[in-house]
């Protein structure tokens, strides 16, 4: 059993700042990548921000120089910085964290979600 756990959302005006936390924890062999998604209401669900065990990272282009996607020395926590947030960062974030269990097998795991709004 993985669970991540994410807190960190919340309200913030145009221009702030905000960040988010997403630990993962359980029946972990490895971890090979972490990072959010966001969906608006109808929409597919997008990558934000993602980095691999490595260090390498993606970014969206709609937050690349505003966002800033870390990890802890462990591997198991992940962060995002968000700033100069913009009304059309408002969404549900969702970390995800692609888990080795074991040496062979391999998953994705999803957090409940947490609200991201920015007021203009």
């Known amino acids: 059993q993985v669970q991540l756990v994410e807190p960190g959302g919340g309200l913030v005006q145009a221009g702030g700042s905000l960040r988010l936390s997403c630990a993962a924890s359980?029946?972990?062999?490895?971890?090979?990548?972490m990072g959010w998604y966001r969906q608006a209401p109808g929409k597919q669900r997008e990558l934000v921000a993602r980095?691999?065990?490595?260090?390498?990272?993606n970014y969206a282009d709609s937050v690349r120089g505003r966002f800033t996607i870390s990890k802890d020395n462990a591997g198991n926590t992940v962060y995002l910085q968000m700033s100069s947030l913009k009304p059309e960062d408002t969404r549900v974030y969702y970390c995800?964290?692609?888990?080795?269990?074991?040496?062979?097998?391999?998953?994705?795991?999803w957090g409940q979600g947490t609200q991201v709004t920015v007021s203009s």
């Open positions: 995800n964290a692609d888990v080795s269990t074991r040496l062979t097998v391999r998953n994705t795991y």
């Open positions: 359980g029946s972990i062999f490895s971890i090979n990548a």
């Open positions: 980095i691999t065990s490595g260090g390498s990272t």
